[in-house]
């Protein structure tokens, strides 16, 4: 089946630094991907849809300058977490849609700002 | 109204149980129904997809939607310790090709 690859799976960083995540479509191509976040006990928070070749849309009450997102290629997109701050801490997860048959998740990133 | 909600449990049941996991909706526009399972600490994994409404069986697994009450269920026969996990339901598209997640409930089957 589709795999959706994600990396790094742990980071760890300093408060004020960046941090950059990758999601790529390994076996297929994905033209649009989400990038979702998670904190303990609660479900998957759309944060963004990122579209190759254009700007990404996102959701009401995410900082796009914080959270920069890249689709270079049809099977790479880039969350860059800008500034970190101990908030900032979260699961982050990437999927890619595979038109009507759902999302193919990554396998998620656990950031901690300290 | 949430759009998509879930019992967050936690559920607990013994090895060998017939578990009943469901999630309501409120869009009727709906047309995709999914339930995904999710490890600690792992990403979200695709377990059942149907369209509309009806039953769909996977070995232990049955998904049912009933878009006339707009609830979704997932069944797990002879549940085993390895389900142990927290399950999503999700439902959609709303707009563009975003789906909307139920908070996921923690599921423990004990040996």
């Known amino acids: 089946g589709a795999v959706v690859s994600q990396h790094p799976s742990r980071v760890i960083c300093k408060s004020g630094t960046s941090v950059k995540i990758e999601c790529r479509s390994l076996?297929?191509?994905?033209?649009?991907m989400f990038w979702y976040r998670q904190f303990p006990k609660q479900s998957l928070m759309l944060m963004a849809t990122s579209n190759e070749g254009s700007k990404a849309t996102y959701e009401q009450g995410v900082e796009k300058d914080k959270f920069l997102i890249n689709h270079a290629s049809l099977t790479l997109s880039t969350l860059t977490v800008t500034s970190a701050h101990p908030e900032d801490s979260s699961f982050y997860i990437c999927s890619a849609v595979q038109g009507a048959d759902g999302y193919t998740f990554g396998s998620g990133t656990r950031l901690t700002v300290v | 109204q949430k759009e998509v909600e879930q019992d967050p449990g936690p559920l607990s049941v013994p090895e060998g149980a017939i578990v009943s996991l469901n999630c309501t909706y409120s869009n009727s526009a709906f047309q995709y129904f999914m339930w995904y399972r999710q490890y600690s600490r792992k990403g979200p994994e695709l377990l059942m997809y149907?369209?509309?409404?009806g039953n769909k069986e996977d070995g232990r697994f049955t998904a049912q939607v009933d878009k006339s009450s707009k609830y979704i269920s997932l069944f797990i026969r002879d549940s085993q310790p390895s389900d142990s996990a927290t399950y999503l339901c999700?439902?959609?598209?709303?707009?563009?090709?975003?789906?909307?997640f139920g908070p996921g409930t923690r599921l423990s089957v004990l040996p």
């Open positions: 149907t369209y509309s409404s």
């Open positions: 076996d297929f191509q994905a033209t649009t």
């Open positions: 999700a439902t959609g598209p709303n707009y563009g090709q975003n789906f909307v």
